[in-house]
Nanobody
């Protein structure tokens, strides 16, 4: 069994900062790509940022220069630092990880966290 547990989020004023974290636990052989998605009311879930195991990153255009994704492979944890938050960043943020399990890491699946609410107020 693999679980992703998110923490952070909450209410912040526009222009402020928040930090999210997501820790994977269970019978993990290796965590591969890790990412953050978000879903605003009435909209589809969309990719915010992704980071490879080696640390390469990619961001949605809407958050470039404001958000930073990072990870700690030893802790199977991914982080999202969100700065200069805007009203339109309000959404439920979900952690996603592609994880290899099994004695040789022969099985790979995608896992999701439960989601954490981020609300940006004016």
């Amino acid at each position: 069994q693999v679980q992703l547990v998110e923490s952070g989020g909450g209410l912040v004023q526009a222009g402020g900062s928040l930090s999210l974290s997501c820790a994977a636990s269970g019978n993990i052989f290796r965590t591969n790509n890790m990412a953050w998605y978000r879903q605003a009311p009435g909209k589809q879930r969309a990719l915010v940022a992704v980071i490879t195991r080696g640390g390469a990153t990619n961001y949605a255009d809407s958050v470039k220069g404001r958000f930073a994704i990072s990870r700690d492979n030893a802790k199977n944890t991914v982080y999202l630092q969100m700065n200069s938050l805007k009203l339109e960043d309000t959404a439920v943020y979900y952690c996603n990880a592609v994880i290899s399990v099994g004695s040789r890491g022969q099985y790979e699946s995608s896992y999701w966290g439960q989601g954490t609410q981020v609300t940006v107020s004016s």
